[in-house]
């Protein structure tokens, strides 16, 4: 019995659908291939920007801690030479105290054209209100002069030069030394509050905390500027192994949408020029170097906390 020969139209119909099986499963291969690939590529370019906002906070902490330095020492000789005279010139003026004062005894005693003359003088030159506003004045000097070395002071101790170097350090002095550099910044413009709980010493490069700190603060003021009653909680506490830094605003508050994007390197809702967008990526990036982890919480016109957590133990 002869066999049956096959259909060519079935014959033809299986050929254009295996050809069309491989062409959508060599499709299907092609855009797997093409996704992962993506996914890499993704992935390269994220750590791009994570190396790039590192370096990017290297180099500034670095500049930082040179021109921090040389301010520091050229404010410093000249502020030297002032408090030293000021010294001077209060032994010179106590000096010129007791001269005063003996003429005021003496000048009933002298001739009377003498008395007139010396009475006329201390008249003509108001030298009583003279010697009474002395003190005062040479009181605000030396709070003038004691204001600045303590500006140094925290100048030097926020940015060294030796940025690399960690040591077990103080957070709490941190945030007040923080505090002090900006209270130019803050002093009439917002209200500070501090609930700065005794906390640990932690090793740590306290140069890079103080600039996570500074950089909190200034993100805190510029989100309060539009309210009354703009104000700034600074909170510490310890929590488990780990010590707690909360900076909380009660400014505008952000959407989840911005939140979600804070961190991400050269970010910002300010104007062009007004801001690079690297501030809070430095933030992240200083305390990811620290095996710590940083949180946001924030509701809009409502507020926003950042939290920090840094491990107790050595880093």
């Known amino acids: 019995m002869m066999s049956k ?23 299907e291969d092609k855009a797997r291939e093409l996704y992962l690939k993506n996914q890499q590529l993704e992935e390269s370019f994220s750590q791009l920007k994570k190396q790039q906002a590192i370096m990017l906070n290297h180099e500034k902490l670095a500049t930082l801690g040179t021109l921090s330095a040389g301010i520091a020492h050229e404010i410093n000789n000249p502020l030297a030479f002032v408090s030293s005279n000021i010294e001077s010139l209060q032994l010179y003026l106590k000096s010129y105290d007791r001269l005063y004062q003996h003429c005021k005894q003496i000048l009933d005693k002298l001739p009377e054209s003498a008395q007139l003359q010396l ?11 003279i010697t009474d506003d002395i003190p005062e004045l040479v009181a605000d000097t030396n709070e003038g002069l004691k204001r600045v070395t303590e500006i140094i002071l925290n100048l030097r101790s926020f940015a060294r030069t030796q940025t690399s170097d960690r040591c077990s350090s103080d957070l709490v002095a941190g945030i007040e030394s923080t505090l002090k550099l900006l209270n130019s910044e803050l002093k009439g413009h917002v209200c500070i509050r501090k609930n700065l709980d005794p906390i640990p010493e932690i090793t740590c490069n306290p140069n890079e905390l103080n600039q996570v700190f500074l950089n909190l603060i200034i ?5 309060t500027q539009e309210i009354s009653n703009p104000t700034i909680t600074l909170s510490t506490r310890v929590e488990g192994q780990n010590v707690i830094v909360e900076i909380s605003d009660n400014g505008c508050g952000m959407s989840e949408e911005l939140q979600k994007e804070v961190f991400v390197p050269f970010f910002t809702t300010k ?35 950042f939290t920090i957590k840094l491990p107790i133990d050595s880093i």
Do not use: C, F, W
Request: proline share 3%; charged share 30%.
């Open 119 to 129: 009475s006329e003088l201390l008249k003509n030159e108001d030298l009583e209100y």
């Open 219 to 223: 993100n805190a003021k510029h989100a």
């Open 5 to 27: 020969e096959k259909d060519p139209y079935e014959v033809a119909y299986k050929r254009e659908r295996d050809a069309r099986l491989h062409a959508e499963k060599l499709l």
């Open 271 to 305: 104007p062009v020029g007004k801001g690079t967008g690297m501030g809070l990526a430095i933030v992240y990036s200083i305390i990811q170097d620290h095996q710590g982890e940083i949180l946001i919480s924030s509701e809009e016109n409502q507020g926003t906390t």
